[in-house]
């Protein structure tokens, strides 16, 4: 018999984690970072391969099926309410943990690391918010900058719908076309899984080991926290009471690509798997998933706001520095945007910290304290972008009125 795909990612997890250990002690861990890990580079290269064709191709054919504008900003106007108010959500329990634990406080670290130009992207989020409107749209497509991407297409999907016969059959039928070519692909790709993630981690495992973690382990265990407390309270309750989902179902369905986001720290390279895990697994359809997934992976980011504020804090409390009310307010602010601002690639979070440190003037060196501990943090916060991205995926296609999905409540 068969394994399930979310089960063999799992035991590929278990396995890199294990080999990663062995490998450190009996010194070969060199190998792995080195030799193994090229599996997994081959891998995401492999995912980011798909991502723009994938993007263009679904979101047109996404919105030419939306049919008419009054659709459009209906479903845009919940896509936009559902991001700012569990990002917030986040930001919130994130805030509410780290002033009630104060990890940082009397901490001594000793592990500071400079981090080389911190300045230089502290300009970043306007230059992000601005960058949405490509001067090139095939220049933004060439170098991969998905927001411009999605922006592009969602205008010329639009704008098909609004052209005379026989073009927007033409073109209609074309995406549609590509479209599933490329989700034939992505799945071909999406089979290599396991191996990928068994090299992402063994590459990560061998490489940080576990003696980083106990200076750090308040820091990690509030942000860990009030991860858990985000995606397994607030999102679940959400999904029960607001769209009637069975939590249970959908992580189920979701499992793939939420262990897969873990693995790749990426939300943008998990995207080809959140499709179709939110398509065939949870029965939404693709003229809503292919319209609040790619938009949800680029700017809809629950775990990364939530870590961003809780570091900010962390970071001033460890420097002695007490921050006000009017201050903390601005962190969560500066979070949100960073968060909106951060891509989905690994370790985006940690470079937009700089934008919250500036805005409310604690040293950029600050970086240096948590970094040794990011790329751990970066998994679990991923994993949390893609929850709640798919979770807000399903509840607009409950509030649409879609009848498909597998994951209602019984
Ligand atoms: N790695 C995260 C993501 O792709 C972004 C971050 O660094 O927080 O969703």
Redesign the pocket.
Known sequence: MKMKLHWQIFLALIIGVIFAFISRAFGFESLVIEQVSILGDIFIRALRMVIIPLIVSSIISGVTSIGGSKNFGRLSLKTMSYYLLTTLLAILTGLFLVNLLHPGVGAHLGLEQIPENLNSNVEKLGDTLMGIIPVNPLAVMVEGKILPVIFFSLLFGYFITRTQQPYQKILTDFFEAVFQVMMKLTHFIILFTPIGVFALIAKIVAQTGTDVFLPLAGYMLTVISALSIHAFITLPLILYFAGGINPFAHVKAMSAALLT?FST??????LPLTMSSIEENAGVSNKISSFVLPLG?TIN?D??AL?ECVAAIFIAQVYGIDLSFSQQFIVVITALLA?IG???????????MTIILNAVGLPLEGVGLILAVDRIL?MM??AV??WSDSSGTALIAVSEGEKGLTVLRK
């Open positions: 986001a720290s990426s939300s943008s390279a998990t992976a980011m775990g990364t870590y968060s951060a891509a989905g690639i690994p370790m985006a979070g940690l470079v937009m970066d916060r991923t972008n893609v």
